[in-house]
């Protein structure tokens, strides 16, 4: 065998090695190409599904958010209403207190720091902050 013989059998031989790689290659490729198009088909089945569940989960999340909001707001306008009514009455205690001076009246003032303390609480959960009017609730 001369030289020229020898370099065109390793020649011949890596061409064919690289031949059968890309075959093997190609035949894989072709594998995860169908198993991607059965999973783009089922995705694609399923999908609309999952998008109608997600729609109707956030609707009703809405309605839920809406519903809190009215509730929210009802208590607070209810406990805006104690506390001015509270606020009289302690108006009321004050005058009371200086003038018979009976400890009894310490029940008023105590009653009026818990509508305080849900009136702000209210205020909080309505508007995510403390009302603006530091002296509101005073």
């Known amino acids: 065998m001369t030289n ?3 370099i065109l059998l390793i020649v011949s031989l890596a061409f064919f090695v690289i031949a059968g790689y890309a075959v093997w290659a190609l035949i894989q490729i ?4 169908l ?3 059965k999973t783009l088909d ?22 839920v958010t809406n519903t809190v909001e009215r509730r929210v707001d009802d208590f607070s306008s209810t406990f805006e209403k104690i506390n001015g009514a509270m606020s009289f009455y302690l108006g009321k205690e004050q ?10 009246a310490n029940v ?11 009136s702000v609480f209210l205020d909080y959960l309505k508007t995510g902050l403390p009302s603006g ?6």
């Open 42 to 63: 089922s995705v694609n089945q399923s999908l609309p599904v999952i998008m109608k569940n997600l729609e109707e989960i956030t609707t009703r999340m809405n309605k």
């Open 133 to 138: 009017n530091p002296n509101r609730h005073r």
């Open 30 to 33: 072709r594998k995860t190409s």
């Open 108 to 118: 008023f003032r105590t009653y009026g720091a818990v509508v305080k303390g849900i």
């Open 95 to 104: 005058l009371f207190r200086q003038q018979v001076g009976i400890p009894v």
């Open 35 to 37: 198993s991607v198009a």
């Open 4 to 6: 020229m013989e020898i």
